[in-house]
């Protein structure tokens, strides 16, 4: 087996080899003058399985195109340089909210990039909790796994709400209620005890964002508002104020993946907001305590992504990981 990561998820690859036991594989990463790039293994791949870590999200050296296409090529070059098969872990994969048309001649992008892993010769594609599990399922042709970080979300739930109090788990749109719904039930039966259910209205159209009603009951109640991505953090701040405003004790965001994109950073200003917790899935601006006020923290989903590499490489089941019996 071989493990390599590109730059800058190198940072994420390297704390991955280190829960494997093993470094990760040496390989050459050349930007020339014009912006063309190469890369290329520098150890044998042939009759190798090769996994290959990659994150598929902008940060302030390269866009995600320019990633998407450093991982394609390099992918690529794997295959022709002999590879027996090669995985491409993806934590956060771009453009899985690009999912379906929404207005006349819209693309449907994740379609397309799904297309070019395929064309490159990819054999496998495993990411975490994207936007739209069944179009990312229905978009690939080659292997595509999904993996879900309920399990680092439990964990945090268990460490902080209070003994006795509580909780109702809430979807910031219709579109996540099936996610919110799968992690209230697992939530259920770490917790021992019943765990309320609550979801907002939402209407997106050119970036503005309307509706203010909550159904479910959040009076009293501990809130933790599940969401896969934090880009801008309007969806998260409007659903705290609203729970709030209802009378909510404590709301708590959690999300997969943080990306802070322009604004936002506004997010920890929210006054309505008590903690905000994303996954390291994401290689980001520097967040400092100054930047977030002391509201954000950030789980390590290392652990978790090594494991499923141990188990792809041996042949063995995603199942209880999926499952999120693995804590």
């Known amino acids: 087996m071989r493990l390599f990561a590109l730059h800058p998820t190198d940072v994420l690859g390297k704390e991955i080899a280190r829960h494997l036991n093993r470094p990760l594989d040496w390989l050459e990463e050349r930007n020339f003058e014009d912006g063309e ?3 290329r293994p520098m150890v044998s791949v042939r009759n190798e399985d090769v996994f290959v870590i990659h994150t598929l999200a ?37 453009y899985s909210r690009k999912d379906r048309r929404t207005k006349p001649r819209d693309p449907v992008t994740l379609r397309y990039v799904a297309t070019l892993f395929e064309a490159v010769g990819t054999d496998c594609v495993v990411a975490m909790d994207v936007h739209n599990l069944q179009a990312y399922q229905n978009a690939f042709r080659c292997m595509a796994e999904h993996l879900e970080a309920h399990h680092l979300f439990i964990n945090y739930c268990l460490r902080e709400v209070p003994k006795g109090a509580e909780v109702v788990v809430m979807s910031p749109d219709i579109g996540g ?13 770490a917790l021992s005890s019943d765990v309320g259910f609550a979801f907002m209205e939402k209407q ?7 509706g ?3 159904v479910g009951d959040v009076q009293d109640k501990f809130v933790v508002i599940l969401d896969d991505l934090i880009s801008s953090g309007t969806t998260m701040a409007r659903a705290a104020r609203a729970c709030k405003m209802s009378g ?22 929210e006054e309505s907001l008590d903690k905000v917790v994303v996954t390291n899935s994401m290689i980001s601006c520097s967040l400092n305590e100054e ?30 990981l999926v499952n999120a019996e693995w804590f």
């Not at 209620?177 to 039966?189: C, G, I, P, S, Y």
């Not at 999300?255 to 200003?269: P, R």
């Not at 006020?293 to 652990?303: A, M, Q």
């Open 204 to 210: 997106r159209s050119q970036g503005i964002v309307k």
């Open 177 to 189: 209620v099936k996610r919110a719904e799968r992690f209230r039930d697992k939530l259920v039966q």
């Open 248 to 269: 909510a004790k404590q709301v708590h965001a959690l999300a997969t993946h943080g990306a802070f994109a322009e604004n936002g950073l506004a997010v920890f200003k």
């Open 58 to 94: 902008s940060d302030q050296e390269q866009s995600v195109n320019d990633k998407l296409c450093k991982l394609l090529f390099f992918i690529a070059t794997l295959k022709d340089a002999g590879a027996r098969s090669v995985t491409a872990i993806v934590p956060y994969m771009c």
């Open 291 to 320: 930047l977030t006020g002391g509201k954000l923290e950030i789980l390590d989903s290392t652990p978790f992504l090594a494991e499923v590499v141990k188990k792809l490489g041996s042949g063995g089941s995603l199942v209880s």
């Open 37 to 39: 790039h190469k890369i």
């Open 212 to 214: 203010e009603t909550i």
